[in-house]
């Protein structure tokens, strides 16, 4: 099976890269293809073969563009159960021949399965409980649950984006902070925070991370390694704080593996149960040494460290920044949008909303060829010369009585 990746540089499709491919058992934990590297397909598009793809395992795919990528474009990731469908279409119609007759059958097929994903969407209602369905704000707090976890239409449409933050604080509490601190792992500069691990408690250490105010939940990416031998049963674990249980959870069990001479990014998932909304949208999280046979010239460094998160902009978000925003600028005298909402009140008054008409004038058959009228942001001031916020002119040329050849509404 062919594992595709699409990089962009500056949003631009990103060609003569060398990108590398992680893919780990998702039940397990474990990689079943480290850092291999990817064939370049054409117009940023990069491929792997994975032979030995097994159909019945869940994969998480982590694809790596390089250092030459702006960070936020570095790397591609997903799973692997809609990539099985497609690659099933795929498949079938690579053997098709020119004018074989069942190209149409193999269309109707990927029409019916794009229809019966779109029916699930639509089904999804029906599916959850605990009324989070329709209480999209409910901050549910029972296991399970997961409350505003749940995207609402709004949120999928969406404009997005990713926030990287660093530790806010962090702290060594089982081993010895050989040289650097927390603060050292900020930058990828070579500078490492370096935990040396203790005979009898071996290495625990915490990390504090404080994410922008209504971010969703994102990754947390390490750079660093652990030389611990025998690397099968020396590794660190990630745990992370619950704070719907109030526990410490383990995320991963081989987070970052035992001995390892060379640098390495290490990257997982959190989730909303780990962010405290309450306490200023903190995140914790415990590097912890798997086993209690400890050995005193184990060491620990880690170059940098920092979590993600996305930032969504809702049509909620944008409606109430429109509604509240005072325009000025960069509009002609034509067009120019008035302080205070003013055009959203001047185009209620040309639906005749707190609307005056004077100033007629007729012709000789008694037909209006002329008047004025004006628009008022308030029903108080209709016929004074208080708030109004538009003065129109109407003009028309009759052609015998109780006919016109033509109308006009000019604004003054």
């Not at 028309?396 to 009585?401: E, M, N, V, Y």
């Amino acid at each position: 099976m062919n594992i595709v990746a699409f990089f962009t540089s500056s949003g631009v499709p990103a060609t003569g890269l060398s990108p590398t491919i992680r893919v780990r058992n998702v039940s397990t934990g474990a990689l079943t293809v480290t850092d291999q590297s990817m064939a370049e397909v054409g117009d940023g598009f990069y491929k792997y073969d994975y032979a030995t793809y097994d159909p019945t395992i869940d994969y998480a795919i982590r694809c790596d563009g390089t250092v030459t990528l702006p960070a936020a474009e570095r790397y591609v990731y997903g799973g692997n159960e809609l990539a099985e469908e497609i690659n099933e279409v795929y498949t079938t119609t690579q053997t098709l021949t020119a004018g074989n007759t069942t190209i149409e059958s193999d269309i109707s097929s990927l029409t019916t399965l794009t229809e019966g994903i779109s029916a699930d969407i639509v089904a999804l209602p029906e599916l959850t409980t605990d009324a989070v369905w329709d209480e999209p704000l409910a901050d549910h707090t029972t296991p399970g649950t997961y409350g505003h976890e749940l995207a609402t239409k709004a949120d999928i449409v969406a404009s997005t984006s990713t926030i990287f933050t660093p530790a806010t604080s962090g702290s060594v509490i089982q081993g010895t902070e050989t040289s650097g601190t927390w603060q050292s792992t900020v930058n990828r500069d070579n500078i490492y925070w370096n935990i040396t691990e203790d005979t009898l408690t071996g290495i625990t250490v915490e990390l504090i991370f404080n994410i922008p105010e209504l971010d969703r939940p994102g990754i947390l990416s390490l750079f660093g390694r652990y030389e611990g031998q025998p690397a099968g049963t020396h590794y660190i674990e990630l745990w992370a704080w619950n704070y719907e249980v109030t526990a410490w959870e383990q995320l991963v069990d081989v987070f970052i593996p035992g001995g390892s001479l060379a640098d390495a990014e290490q990257v997982h998932e959190y989730y909303e149960r780990n962010v405290d909304r309450t306490s200023n949208n903190e995140v914790k999280f415990r590097l912890v040494h798997h086993i209690t046979n400890y050995v005193g010239s184990h060491n620990m460094y880690i170059d940098t460290v920092y979590i993600t998160s996305i930032a969504v902009i809702t049509a909620e978000d944008i409606a109430n920044a429109v509604w509240s925003k005072t325009l000025s600028g960069g509009y002609t005298a034509e067009y120019v949008l008035l302080d205070n909402n003013e055009s959203l009140k001047r185009a209620l008054g040309l639906m005749h909303e707190n609307i005056y008409i004077d100033n007629a004038s007729y012709d000789g058959d008694n037909n209006l060829v002329g008047a004025r009228v004006r628009i008022y942001s308030d029903a108080a001031s209709v016929g004074t010369a208080n708030n109004v916020i538009g003065t129109y002119t109407i003009g028309s040329t009759g052609s015998g009585a109780g006919k016109f050849t033509d109308w006009a509404q000019v604004k003054v």
